[in-house]
């Protein structure tokens, strides 16, 4: 499954895109606004992809993409995620700090939710952040999503955002 936008190209998360993931889910603001997912070896993000965006693909036809520019560079993930405690997909996403606030992430964004629609026939889509990222809440903002209230993905975890489109 390829989407391709006009800068960009969304695929498959595959085995070997193994050491970029390790390399995002690292990142300090990773860390910060989505959580320390205890990615620390290129085993680790290899188990990731094959637990998480492979077997959502099978199960769902929709997952985390990787999120390349058109000439093969490596900029982030995007995609519909299906978690077990919200009602319908969530639109994920996350960008390498060099590839952030050049319209990258919305492009992305805007391509996973069009998929879903279209592809998909998915109608209603959500979206979850923390209250404290501030550049997430205007990017859903853009995509023309809604916040509906503040949730709790579980009952160790803090309130967050949830917005829908």
């Known amino acids: 499954m390829i989407i391709k ?3 960009l190209k969304l695929s498959e998360l595959t085995i070997e895109d193994a050491p970029f993931i390790l390399k995002l889910y690292n990142d300090p603001d990773f860390i910060t ?3 320390d997912r205890s990615i620390k070896s290129v085993k680790d993000a290899e188990q990731f992809i094959d637990l998480g ?3 959502s693909y099978s199960k769902y036809s929709h997952g985390l993409y990787l999120v390349q520019l058109r000439d093969g ?3 982030g993930i ?3 995620l299906k978690r077990d405690n919200l009602d319908y997909p969530d639109i994920g996403f996350a960008m390498l700090p060099k590839f952030r606030r050049k319209g ?3 492009e992305a964004a805007k391509a996973s939710i069009n998929d879903g629609k279209m592809r998909l026939g998915i109608k209603t889509i959500l979206a979850i ?3 404290k990222n501030i550049a997430s809440i205007q990017l859903l ?3 023309g999503m809604s916040f509906k209230k503040m949730v709790q993905m579980d009952s160790n975890s803090e309130f967050i955002h949830l917005y829908e489109v």
Do not use: A, D, M
């Open 5 to 7: 936008t006009e800068r």
């Open 33 to 35: 606004y989505i959580g």
């Open 129 to 131: 952040t923390s209250p």
């Open 141 to 143: 903002n853009k995509l």
């Open 53 to 55: 965006p492979r077997t």
């Open 73 to 75: 560079t490596y900029v």
């Open 104 to 106: 990258y992430t919305f």
């Open 78 to 80: 995007c995609g519909l």
